[in-house]
């Protein structure tokens, strides 16, 4: 166990430098720092001192890959990938172009991301897995046909809309909630309510149908046979023998997304102004900040990557036929 | 007036004919002739099939683009079409069927300084009842001669059908007559209002079409030969190659697909800022946008199918057949076109119209966050966005957000339907 782990844990390090390569060619080698000196200084003339003073000030003036001016070690490290990218390892993100410490910034910001992700994430769990579990106890009757139409029609909105929507009827016409902002402490409350409630309600129609296949699909197995044979009501079979079973490949299907969690919802925190991950990431991309958004990348998928590995953990854990070597 | 191609122009025209070559090739196999006929035996799965398709022919009415002499300006058949929209605009927003503008504006009247609602230039009040009926009877009229010739091929193929053509010919006169009242309408009233600067939200809904159409399809396009390629031969040969291919795609995946476009978008944007001589007019600009777009899309969302093709061809290649094949010594290239590919069919087809209705969906929160089409390019997402910004003004300018979003659900709300449909009748599971 303990070495399948480990073995997991040294597999994800390549994989973090192939993301590390994808972001620099990206970021430095198609969009060179010439291109980017161009366009963040932004004036009509433009001299060569310029540039080259500009790449000064944010150290991209060092050679790509290898630099042959230096000697032994520093012919690597003294490069702009090495200084750039692998740096990026240590979580030392560098500073944003007002000059903030990202990563004091996404320390700060964590909180309020995960006040939204968490509960929406857990809520919503719940919400599916139970309106699946109705649905199945209902099968091929007139409920499950509708649910099942009702599901692909909030699947086919767009999220945007139930954002609008929400903000319209419960701030700007029924005045139940502020329209959007953020307080710290129990304040938050009346800020992330609305958002919770409308991240549930726009996934309900996916997971729901996804949840409500694995579970059909577990039913028409020989034990829930066996425990109606033994005269077993349905609403046991279901919740004792199909719910245990069903949450196999849900829970390991969800693990994934825990760590993710941290970065927010992208769309929802900028709607509302929350002051987040998700949003302090649109901020970034809108104001063409690439340090942020090179932090962001490297931090996603470094989280992404421990969801990965936790899943394979958890297939361990829940599931007893699954022995790893 | 000559024909100009714009890139996306090329592409989907190119797209359109491989469909319908490979849909010739296919369909002279019986299996899939009798597939087909199945997935189009639920009512469902043909009304939807059909506003696709009505969908479809907006998008390509509008992939056909000429120049206009003595001008520095592109038009498609659809522009030409609702000239008097694109060229008469109002000054401000204007609600659907109104007469005047939306706020009150200070004129002199009289020498006096009064707010009043202005009329709107280009709104000629005609008579709504006799407009509606005659635009009932030519809507009817149309579809009832395209049914008139459809019931006349179906005689003389002789054959009697199972497809339930009927609801069909429903949804279709509905489509129809329901266009033909928007369009006559339009003559003399901004049907469904007008946006900020005074354009009219019916032609920027019907413009958005084509975007959103055009983003779903070519992303497929660019997308299939990526993931087919990789996840074939990963599942087909193993050893080294499944490893390289298996850890391309988890790296690939592992960056989170929002950061990874607009990353990719960003560098795009700087570099067609630093390279002007690419293009000649804003409209080709945005294209070469929107044709890049659909490129990053591809290329960051080949990932999921990849995977799937990949666990299918390891399933296959260890049937009997295939390896009977093997030591008759078939070549692994036909191995792969004769055996592998037929069978991944079905996957391919369901990932296919699942994914369009989630690049459709994913157009809108791209261009929210500034990364999606270029923001004078008409789309969804772009007027959603604009919208956004007049939420707090009282009453609220409501239409182009409702205008976009209906436009926009019924698009993809009849692509998932149709893709459901699909997957009932391909996957090989739900057979027993």
Known sequence: MLLYIIKRILYAIPILIGVNLITFILFFMVNSPNDMARSQLGAKQITPQMIEAWKESKGYNKPLFLNNKSKGISKITDTLFFQESLKLFTFNFGYSDNNRDIKEDIKERMYPSLAIALPTFIIGLVTNISLALI????????????????????????????????????????????????????????????????????????????????????????????????????????????????????????????????????????????????????????????????AMVFLGSFLYIVGLILTDISYTIFDPRIKLG | MNITLLWTDIMVWLLLFSIIVWGYIVSRSPRVREQWRSIFKSKIALSSAIILLFYLSFALIDSIHFRVENQHRVVSLLDIAFEHRVKNRERTYSAPFATHEYSKDITIINGETKQIYRDLKYVHSGNIVIDTIKSILIGVAISLFLIWLHIRYRKKRGKDSII????????????????????????????????????????????????????????????????????????????????????????????????????????????????????????????????????????????????????????????????????????NFNIIRKHIIPNLMHIILISVVLDFSGLVLAEAVLSYVGVGVDPTMYSWGNMINQARLEMAREPMVWWSLFSSFIFMSILVLSANLFSDRIQVVLDPRNEV
């Open chain 1, 135 to 294: 649905i199945i106890l209902f099968r091929g009757t007139i409920l499950d046909t509708t649910t099942m139409v009702v599901a692909v029609i909030i699947m086919s909105i767009s999220g945007l809309f139930y954002i609008i929507a929400g903000q319209v009827l419960f701030s700007k016409m029924w005045h139940l909630v502020p329209i959007s902002g953020y307080q710290s402490g129990f304040g938050a409350i009346k800020f992330v309510i609305l958002p919770i409630i409308i991240g549930v309600f726009s996934g309900i129609g996916s997971s729901v149908r996804w949840y409500r296949s694995i579970f059909l699909e577990e039913i028409n197995r020989d034990y829930i046979r066996t425990a109606r044979a033994k005269g077993l009501s349905e609403t046991s079979v279901l919740f004792k023998h199909l719910l245990p079973n069903g949450m196999l490949p849900i829970l390991t299907g969800v693990v994934v997304i825990i760590p993710t969690l941290f970065m927010g919802s992208l769309i929802m925190e900028s709607f509302f102004g929350i002051p987040g991950l998700g949003s302090y990431t649109i901020d970034a991309i809108k104001a063409q900040d690439f340090a942020i958004v090179k």
């Open chain 2, 164 to 331: 339930p053509w009927s609801s069909g010919y429903i949804t279709l006169t509905t489509l129809i007559v329901l266009f033909s009242w928007l369009y006559i309408m339009s003559f003399s009233y901004h049907v469904l209002g007008t946006d900020k600067v005074g354009g009219d939200v019916l032609y920027a809904t019907l413009k958005s079409i084509r975007t959103g159409v055009l983003i779903g399809v070519l992303t497929t396009l660019v997308m299939l030969p990526i993931s087919i390629a990789l996840g074939v031969s990963a599942g087909f040969f193993r050893g080294w190659i499944d490893d390289i291919i298996q850890y391309i795609y988890t790296t690939l995946n592992s960056i989170p697909s929002v950061l990874l476009i607009s990353a990719t978008v960003l560098i795009v944007q700087v570099l067609l800022d630093n390279h002007p001589d690419w293009f000649n007019s804003t409209l080709e600009r945005s294209d070469l946008r929107l044709l890049f777009l659909v490129v990053i899309l591809g290329v960051t969302s080949w990932t999921g199918l990849c995977r799937l093709l990949r666990a299918e061809t390891l399933k296959i290649s260890q049937i009997d057949f295939v390896k009977a094949s093997k030591a008759f010594g078939v070549t």
